[in-house]
């Protein structure tokens, strides 16, 4: 696991590797390469968790002189890769070392049979072609800068913004920003520095002497199978999801779980103790005071359930504000995701014990563990007529919940794509408009890029539709963004169990109700889990993995609306009345809690980014 850095006439040195240092402290190296009229610089900094060895040293070029790789990730099924490679002597064990000679053999294409979490760089020398690619799922991120002449690419945004001459921020994706709570791929709030898109590639010609750039994407669309014996689906989710987790202990390092109350963590747990030869450490947060948030203690149940060493912290607001801040400068961009905050802690707490820790995130997209697919269910039973009806009448029943607003609102939409815009949206076009004065329109365009890609309509129902969409889009740019930076933050790998390719191409050939009904969530996931869990634990409440922000807004009202309000570069972009009518909603009842958390989020990214 490591930060690349990477570019094409743009010279750097170890100090622009510094910036991204917390993602591998163990070393860090630069190589410079010729290649027509270029000069090719692949950095990286490493963080050794498989291959400690010298063997593993990154940049990798090839034995033949013609190839090299900075790659930053790790490849569970690189073993069965290197299956088709009998011709290779290899050096070590590392994944890097296979991929390196697998995509000299088969080709840049190849990517698509790489099972893991990767943003990568790729030179071919003899063909005079560099190569970026980010993971199927875009658990890595992967930014970059491009013009004729050069080409700038990192882990992070920070490397690209101080090989840029002219950095400064980017005002026309702050509507897009406000409208989905983050940003997709390939906005940022950076002109000019993009983020690659999760599945793709982009291809840069050396060879011309204007650079030339093409962008491609291998994320494929798995279709339903029409007929699913249910005895025979549950023995073969069984299989996959164990073995995903077994694959994904593969390092040379402890491995520790982050473990909540639920039964996500709690089946990635079981199986990884399972297969592992010591007691694992797991690791939990939680909140002083008395939360609903809180799982301290449900997981701590686990704990002692699986047999894991059990470690947990809790934090309050005392110092929320400040974490607030640090967050912000972390994640490099603004979110509207409360749970960042308790991620921090967490991660403070794994990486004083571990390097590496698998997760249960990534269940609920591909799974429907979420309210709005219950939406997307109930609406092919119900007359489009009666939810237009409904949707005129709730506005004036004095309906606070923003969750029921949002969603009854986006029912009575015909068009998927717009449908599931409405669903997404924390800020409607009306609530922009007030905030920025302008409107929202690139939204749309990025669901229905992904929409078109995955093949959607041949889906079946509108659910199966939008977790597709979700699990490419969604997942990847909001929580897999901040929990990739903030556990990398602390040098600590995170490691996705549920999102193993092969688990989620086989859970995508499930029909629906494989996945959810109505009032059912994770149907296939749930029975598997009593397999290996007792009742206690998946009969448990689900817990939301976020911060106590509803209460802690609300009781500190005056102090947000002192951040927010005084006068600055803030209130110069954002109409202080629309604000001032929005933190006071709050007070009153309306859970405005997401809006308030991506404002003070943008507030802060604003003053590291004047």
Known sequence: MCGIIGSINKSYNLGTLKLIEHRGPDASEIECFKVAQNDIWLGLVRLAIVELSEAGRQPMISSCGKFAITFNGEIYNHLDLREKLPEVDFKGHSDTETILY???????????????????SFLDIENEKLYLARDHFGVKPVYYFKDEKSFVFSSEIRPV????????????????LLRLRYLPSPLTLHKNIQKLRPGHYIEVDLASE????????????????????KGNALKSYETHIENAVKRQLMADVEIGVLLSGGIDSAVVAALAQKHSEKKLKAFTVGFEGIHKEDEIDAAKETAEILGLEHFSTKINFDNFLSIFKETTRIIEEPLATTSVIPMYYLSQLASKYVKVVLTGQGADEPLGGYQRYQ?????????RGLIYSSNKIIPYIGVKNERILRSVSALGEKDDVQRFLNVYSIFNQDDIMKLLRVKEEKALGLISYFYEVLNCKLKKTAAERMMAIDVRMNLPDDLLLYTDKITMNFSLECRVPMLDTELIKYIETLP???????????????????????QRIINRKKFAFQSPTKIWFKNHNDQIKELLLKPGIFTEIFNTDALNKLLNEHVKGYNREKQIFLLLSIYYWLQDNR
Not at 102 to 120: A, Q
Not at 375 to 383: A, H, W
Not at 525 to 531: D, F, L, N, V, W
């Open 102 to 120: 697998y995509l000299r053999k088969f080709g840049i294409d190849s990517v698509v049979d790489l099972n893991g979490i990767f943003g990568f």
């Open 161 to 176: 913004k101080n090989l840029q001459e002219n950095s400064e921020p980017d005002f026309d994706n702050l509507p897009t």
């Open 210 to 229: 204007i650079l030339q750039y093409s962008e491609k994407y291998f994320v494929k669309a798995h279709q339903i199978k029409v007929n699913t014996n």
């Open 375 to 383: 939406g997307e269910v109930i609406s092919e039973k119900i007359p």
């Open 512 to 534: 629906a109700w494989e996945r959810l009904a109505i009032r059912k969530t994770k149907i296939i996931h749930k029975e598997y889990a009593k397999k290996i869990l007792p």
